[in-house]
């Protein structure tokens, strides 16, 4: 009888024990009192534990061990690694929401456009809150620090090699990250096209400007044919778009901005290349540039119905020239 009563007293005990482990346990994993949401960016791969430990720090849960303990019975290990990107977790979610959180990280699709330079790509990344305009315009001009195989940088800016797409940016991701996927976008899109540390600079260059003149491939290898053709024989190349750069403000020229801009990316003023890309270019543009076509072109002019027009002579340059004007002034009637 006394051996039974003891079992009876010790498994009293055991239970009692038991239970108030479990009331302790259950405690460590409730709920923090309701509080903002926070991001947390992962820019490399974190340990679960370590993440945890961070949250408790910042008061999103009330104990790292409970919580560890708990992923561990729901399939969560601490060693679980945490893939880079940005997080939203808050005070109040429950130890399995926090958990759930940590595996699914934030997405937003932004759309960088080609055609764009470095400074209006900042603009729509501050909009988007991914980053602020100040911290990607400063880091694009440190490219030591970006060091990408496959892309061979040799600029002094990365302006060029920021590739345009349509990326999965989340909010509070930093600049840092949104430029290392631009080059290793860059890297896989050309890496079959030939890009040296020897031509890139001069290639990115021309294929900037043609991808701010034409949308069409075969276009743009007749135009790149004509900035070749203007080089060899010393004429300036006179293109828009880098007046727009010098000015870095994009919107239809007045006739005074061909004088009035004294930068050296206007074409209308210096002669040559001017001294970088004008925007970041996309394959097509890139592809024309290293293959240009070969003629004896020297001009081109845009219609307004799309149509673009070469010629050879000053003369049939000055007649297209007046098409367009006609066919312009026809559409306003």
Not at 144 to 170: A, C, H, M
Not at 300 to 329: C, M, Q, W
Request: proline share 6%; charged share 25%.
């Amino acid at each position: 009888m006394l051996r039974k009563a003891k079992r009876r007293v010790a498994q009293v005990g055991v239970l009692g024990v038991t239970v108030a482990l479990g009331f302790v346990f259950s405690s460590l994993i409730a709920p923090m009192p309701v509080g903002p949401k926070q991001r947390f960016v992962m820019v490399k791969p974190r340990k679960l534990s370590e993440q945890l430990q961070i949250m408790a720090d910042k008061g999103v849960i009330r104990s790292t061990i409970a919580t560890s303990l708990y992923g561990m019975v729901v399939g969560f290990r601490g060693n679980r690694l945490i893939a880079p990107g940005v997080y939203e977790v808050h005070a109040g979610q429950s130890a399995g929401e926090v958990l759930r959180a940590l595996v699914t990280p934030l997405r937003q699709l932004v759309r960088l456009p080609e055609g764009r330079w470095a400074a209006r790509t900042a603009k729509t990344l501050a909009e988007k809150e991914v980053c602020t305009s100040a911290e990607y315009l400063e880091l694009i001009g440190e490219p030591e620090r970006f060091k990408t195989p496959g892309v061979p940088l040799t600029g002094e800016t990365l302006e060029g090699y920021l590739y345009p797409d349509t990326y999965n940016f989340p909010p509070d991701l930093g600049a840092e990250l949104v430029i290392r996927r631009q080059l290793l976008n860059f890297a896989k899109k050309t890496k079959s096209l030939g890009l040296t540390e020897k031509n890139v600079h001069r290639v990115l260059t021309i294929a900037s400007m043609l991808e701010l003149e034409s949308n069409k491939l075969d276009e743009k290898k007749l135009i790149a044919g004509v900035i070749e053709n203007r080089i060899k024989k010393g004429m300036r190349l006179q293109i828009d778009a880098t007046v727009n750069y010098g000015m870095q403000l994009w919107r239809p020229l007045f006739y005074k901005d061909y004088t009035s801009v004294k930068s050296p990316y206007n074409t209308y003023l210096k002669s040559g290349l001017p001294p970088g890309p004008i925007c970041s270019p996309t394959v097509d543009s890139i592809k024309a540039a290293l293959a240009p076509a070969q003629h004896d072109d020297l001009f081109y002019i845009s219609l307004p119905d799309g149509r673009t027009l070469f010629s050879s002579t000053y003369e049939e340059h000055l007649k297209n020239v007046a098409l367009r004007d006609k066919i312009k002034t026809e559409a306003k009637k």
